[in-house]
């Protein structure tokens, strides 16, 4: 059943710009019916089209700031320099490996 009530309280709260209290007293599922005094139901579409075109508004902004996020984030990936391979070897055996490849390196210049 329909409360034109309702209707009445939501244009009070609108015409009082507290939007906050409207939407939790009801204003975003209301719908007029055709018994509704015509101003409060003009006031009542009006108010839920301009928070519907806000709310649409706030979600291409948080995409749009992720997007921006995760492009910065991939471009600061390209230009960091890469990572060094660290060894799963004992920092003892990387030691020898490395002497070992060092001296190898020497008799292939010879």
Do not use: N, T
């Amino acid at each position: 059943m329909h409360d034109c009530r309702l209707g009445e309280r939501l244009a009070q709260l609108l015409d009082a710009d507290d939007v906050d209290a409207a939407i939790e007293a009801g204003l975003v599922a209301f719908a007029p019916c055709p018994a509704c005094d015509e101003v409060v139901a003009a006031k009542i579409v009006d108010a839920q089209a301009r928070l519907a075109k806000a709310w649409a508004a706030r979600e291409r902004y948080r995409a749009r700031e992720a997007r921006l996020a995760r492009i910065a984030a991939e471009r600061a990936a390209r230009r960091s320099p890469p990572q060094a391979q660290k060894s799963s070897l004992p920092p003892a055996a990387a030691a020898v490996l490395a002497r070992a490849k060092a001296k190898a390196a020497q008799r292939g210049d010879q």
